[in-house]
């Protein structure tokens, strides 16, 4: 990944929606000295459920935006995204762009990796990236993947506890564990809120695997490579393309603070 900007230049994220910061999240923690610029497609959220020729179109959209701030780097946050679009976003963009799936396979460790599970929105899982990339990483290993679309719209009902989202996750979740995996990789911006009800349905031997927080390492370690790191005080700018009615609680669920400033955008301005 090649990079011609500032130390001081912001970090671009987007998602389709707010799921995506919960990666902003991760990164907030590990880099408390950069300065975010978030922008989440509420308007046409999901992008999960979308061909791969509108998530690219949306994606394209979403970056160019971006880029209108001078990012140095761009983190496609929404797996959707990264599993559909990442090889022709790279080809498109000078910017350099992580995404989520890399993330993800490198969290896994040569011993957790005998028989993987994945989930994820339809659009990740029948991409099979995370497949793809893991067989090139680990070689033969059994991967077993389901998508999990009614997770989604859980987690932004709020409803991330209690016998409901437990009943959905132990009938989504089972196949795999009939399967025996060690490991499981959460392979969805919104997953991370149920943590605790999928362990609860997996159990505590199996390793599960939040991609945020390793992309987070990631763009840490693109930032030293590449003499990017700021050294002065962070913030974070959030733009969506639509406030969402319940959209005061679900932020502070997914990024775990009240941001400081939220901004209506059209992107078609
Ligand atoms: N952000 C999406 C993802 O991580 C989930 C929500 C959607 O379907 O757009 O795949």
């Not at 922008?39 to 046409?44: Q, V, W």
């Not at 993330?103 to 599970?117: D, F, I, R, W």
């Not at 809120?193 to 997996?202: E, H, P």
Request: a negative charge.
């Amino acid at each position: 990944m090649q990079n011609q900007g500032h130390k001081k230049d912001p970090i671009g994220v987007f998602d389709s929606g707010i799921g995506g910061l919960t990666v902003v999240r991760e990164i907030r923690k590990r880099l408390p000295e950069e300065t975010i610029i978030y922008f989440g497609d509420s308007a046409r959220v999901p992008y999960g459920t979308k061909s791969k020729e509108t998530i690219l179109r949306f994606a394209k959209e979403d970056i160019n935006f971006l880029q209108s701030f001078k990012v140095k780097v761009i983190v496609s946050a929404c797996f959707s995204v990264s599993s559909n679009a990442l090889d022709e976003l790279k080809k498109e963009f000078a910017i350099p762009i992580i995404g989520m799936i890399d993330p993800g396979v490198n969290a896994l460790s040569n011993e957790s990796c005998g028989k993987v599970g994945v989930i994820g929105t339809n659009a990740t899982i029948e991409s099979d990236a995370f497949k793809k990339k893991l067989k090139d990483k680990f070689g033969d290993i059994d991967i077993y993947s389901a998508a999990c679309p009614l997770f989604v719209p859980l987690v932004e009902e709020g409803w991330t506890e209690g016998d409901v989202p437990e009943l959905i996750a132990e009938s989504y979740l089972t196949p795999l564990i009939e399967e025996d995996i060690d490991s499981l990789i959460l392979g969805c911006t919104h997953y991370p809120l149920l943590n605790s009800v999928i362990k609860n349905v997996v159990g505590d031997y199996v390793t599960i695997i939040e991609p945020g927080k390793e992309a987070a390492k990631l763009l840490e370690k693109f930032l030293i490579d590449n003499n990017l790191r700021n050294n002065g005080k962070g913030s974070l700018k959030v733009y969506l393309s639509d406030i969402p009615r319940n959209f005061e609680r679900t932020v502070v669920n997914f990024l775990g603070e009240v941001p400081g400033g939220i901004q209506l955008v059209n992107l078609k301005d």
